[in-house]
């Protein structure tokens, strides 16, 4: 009797600990959008203007939890229209003019997607060359690989802005192919998607081939978040301990 009651109370400390945990996973989360304007340094585009590149692998430089590092893909395949090829990335806020040279131009109104002022998001820029820009880089479309350089996260929290068709997808988690698609909505929509156990994903933003802008295509934003580091995890722990050593000394003294 009394080993039933010391296992449930263990397991009740561990759930306890874990529910503690879960907490502190949704309500404090970390961004991964760097916390300055500026290009994402691809591994291999580099980045446009060396004044402003951002390296996603000096972590504390960008304001970020950890390093990791963002490849953009080829993701023109349906021979159709304009001949896209690698996008860039970069990181906005619309409530600021950028140029970036090269004709990419963000504006504080844009062709596109418009999302909330003063707030930092990703945004893909559709590309004819490495040089050579479609819509003043206004297209948000791209295909890219984010890696968090042999890290295993928790789980990773997609924040889409203004999916309006289909082609926005996670296409491959941890190297294996998957196919999670977000879903297409009305204007200046915001989805979540969440995915588990992650040490690298691939993410489709956007379609250039859109129904509903075919001379355009269907721009998407992006912010990433991950649970907030902390020592959350070890109160789970320390209960179960506490426990375990109450238990012990309590048959010290009864010996």
């Known amino acids: 009797m009394q080993k039933a009651m010391l296992l449930a109370k263990i397991f ?23 916390n300055r304007e500026g290009e994402i340094q691809t591994t291999n585009l580099g980045c446009l203007d060396a004044t402003k590149c951002i390296d996603t692998t000096a972590a504390a430089t960008n304001g970020l939890p950890f390093g990791y590092t963002v490849t953009s893909l080829k993701y023109d395949f349906d021979n159709k229209g304009p001949k896209f090829v690698e ?7 619309r409530s600021t003019k ?36 479609f819509e003043k880089g206004q297209l948000e479309v791209g295909r890219f690989k984010f890696d968090f350089l042999g890290k295993n996260i928790g789980s990773v929290t997609f924040d889409l802005f203004d ?14 192919a998957t196919t999670i698609n977000a879903v297409a909505g009305a204007d200046s ?19 250039h081939d859109s129904k509903l802008f075919p001379k ?18 070890s109160l789970g722990a320390l209960a179960v301990a506490g426990i375990i050593s109450a238990r012990q000394r309590k048959k010290v003294n009864i010996g």
């Open 216 to 233: 355009t295509g269907d721009g998407v934003s992006m912010r990433v978040s991950v649970p907030e580091p902390g020592t959350v995890i």
């Open 87 to 93: 996008s860039r990335l970069f990181v906005d806020d």
């Open 163 to 176: 999916v309006e068709d289909k082609g926005t997808s996670i296409l491959e988690v941890n190297g294996k």
């Open 98 to 133: 950028n140029d970036y040279g090269f004709g990419i131009i963000f504006n504080k109104q844009d062709a596109g997607t418009n999302p909330n002022l003063n707030q930092l998001w990703i945004r893909p820029s559709a590309m004819l060359g490495l040089t050579s820009t």
């Open 12 to 34: 009740a400390a561990t759930t306890l600990g874990l529910s503690v945990l879960t907490f502190a996973s949704t309500a404090n989360a970390a961004s991964l959008v760097p």
């Open 189 to 207: 929509n915001r989805q979540t998607i969440t995915i588990h156990d992650v040490s690298s994903f691939v993410i489709q933003l956007g379609n």
